[in-house]
Structures are given as C-alpha cells and as structure tokens.
C-alpha cells in the first residue's frame, strides 16, 4: 500500500496569511493526489484533483503542485472560511489511502 | 442537484452486523464508481471500500478485508456496505461518495454524502 505523510500535523495562522501544507508519498504516483478540506459536521470537499487542476467552484486563492513523491497545497490569503482539516490523497492505486490531516487554525 | 444520503448507522455490539445505505440522486449513477470513506473519534479519514459502476469489483482497506462487503443497484441507484464481526475499531462516521473521473485519468472523491454514524460497543 502507498503511504502518505502531510506536515505539519497543525499550523496556527492569521487571516491574510500564505499557508503551505506538504504532502509526501512512499512511492511515485506520478500527479495522481487529491486535496480535500474538512470542517466539523460537513462532508470533505474537493479542492484539487491531479495535483495542480482546481475544482470547479474552488477559489483560486488555493492552488497545489508537485508530482513523483512529493507535493504541495499552498493557501494564497487565508480567509477566515479556511480554517479547517486539510488531506491529501492518493488516487494511483487501491487501497486509495489518504494522509493523516493537516489541521489549520487560527493563530 | 447532485445528492448522497446515508442511512443505517447505530449502536450495535461488537461481533454485531450492520448494513449501510447510500441513496443517491441527481446524476447518472452507473456511471461512477463508488467508495465508502469513514472517520473515526478524532482521526482523520480513512478509505474503506470501492465497487466499479457495474458492481464486478470491489476493493477493501487490510482493516475491513473478510468482514465488509460493498454492493450497489444500480436500478435503485444505491450504494450499500454489509459490516459484519463489527470491533469498536469500526466506530465512526462512515462517507459514501462519488468517484469522479477526470482529464481521462484521474480520480477523485468529487461529491459526498453527510455521513451516518456507527458505534461498536457493548
């Protein structure tokens, strides 16, 4: 099964702050990683899909890159609506595993 | 609009069975494949299981290997998960969701449900 590895585990910021959010796999997965945010009570939401492609309807404040093993979420201008759970997740093979979270909140 | 609702979720003791139910709308359901995702107390998320749009294959997380069973109908446009020898390991809020397929070769979890709770305990 492929591993994956987010840091920091939790990062405390202020609104209008940059937030990075890293992401490492175990093995290549080529540019197949997904970004979700998860708030309490609500379902996950897609923000990413192929590393770097944003969802539709997702502001562009939120991008992502990398590819191979190693990747990144970056929060451009954090507002107050992103303070939240953030995951990245594999979607190379099965089991489709998922990183253990990055929380973000507020400074 | 496009929606995901689960039922089924209770109380149950463990070595207990339970089956989920995903009730879907607003999109063409045999179209997708479908996963079952869940949270547990205070953990992050963890895939569960996966059936293709036709129901032929079904994949499973080592941890629910031998005791879940993922089905869908696609005439009732349905998801279900068959929990069987239930532990409290199993505890949490457990996700159906869509998984889209993007740009040809990508996959992603693009819609979910609110989630149904289960509890394992005596």
């Known amino acids: 099964d492929i591993q994956m590895t987010q840091s920091p585990p939790s990062l405390s910021a202020s609104v209008g702050d940059r937030v990075t959010i890293t992401c490492r796999a175990s093995q290549s997965i080529n540019t197949h990683l997904n970004w979700y945010q998860h708030k309490p009570g609500k379902a996950p939401k897609l923000l990413i899909y192929?590393?770097?492609t944003l969802q539709s309807g997702v502001p562009p404040r939120f991008s992502g890159s990398g590819s191979g093993t190693d990747f990144t979420l970056i929060i451009s201008g954090l507002q107050p609506e992103d303070f939240a759970l953030y995951y990245c997740?594999?979607?190379?093979?099965?089991?489709?595993?998922f990183g253990q979270g990055t929380k973000v909140e507020v400074k | 609009e496009v929606q995901l609702v689960e039922s089924g979720g209770v109380v149950v003791q463990p070595g207990g069975s339970l089956r989920l139910s995903c009730a879907t709308s607003g999109f063409t359901f045999d179209n997708f494949a479908m996963v079952w995702v869940r949270q547990g107390p205070g953990k992050g998320l963890e895939w569960v299981s996966l059936v293709t749009w036709d129901g032929d294959t079904a994949r499973y997380a080592d941890s629910v290997k031998g005791r879940f069973i993922v089905a869908r109908d696609n005439s009732k446009k349905s998801l279900y998960l068959q929990m069987n020898s239930l532990r409290p390991e199993d505890t949490a809020l457990y996700y159906c969701?869509?998984?889209?397929?993007?740009?040809?070769?990508?996959?992603?979890?693009?819609?979910w449900g609110p989630g149904t709770m289960v509890t394992v305990s005596s």
């Open positions: 969701a869509r998984e889209a397929r993007f740009l040809e070769w990508f996959e992603a979890f693009d819609v």
């Open positions: 192929a590393a770097s």
């Open positions: 997740q594999q979607s190379y093979s099965s089991p489709r595993t």
